[in-house]
């Protein structure tokens, strides 16, 4: 199901862009990505956020763009 983030999927929504950004930034140093993190996460409760979720558990994340 598709639906509009929630302040208590924050955490989850966070986790998966941090390791996304691991995964896929790797020439990056992780502590890039660390150091960002409480930022990513109020900016996240602040923007347009939709997440996939499937039995409670949220697979991806995608902010809407105007």
Not at 14 to 24: R, V
Not at 39 to 45: C, D, I, Q, R, Y
């Amino acid at each position: 199901m598709i639906r509009e983030l929630q302040k208590s999927d924050i955490d989850q929504v966070a986790d998966i862009w941090l390791d996304t950004n691991l995964k896929a930034h790797y020439f990056i140093s992780a502590q890039y990505w660390k150091n960002n993190f409480e930022l990513v996460k109020e900016m996240l409760s602040q923007a347009e956020v939709y997440v996939y979720e499937n039995d409670t558990r949220i697979y991806r994340f995608k902010r809407r763009i105007y």
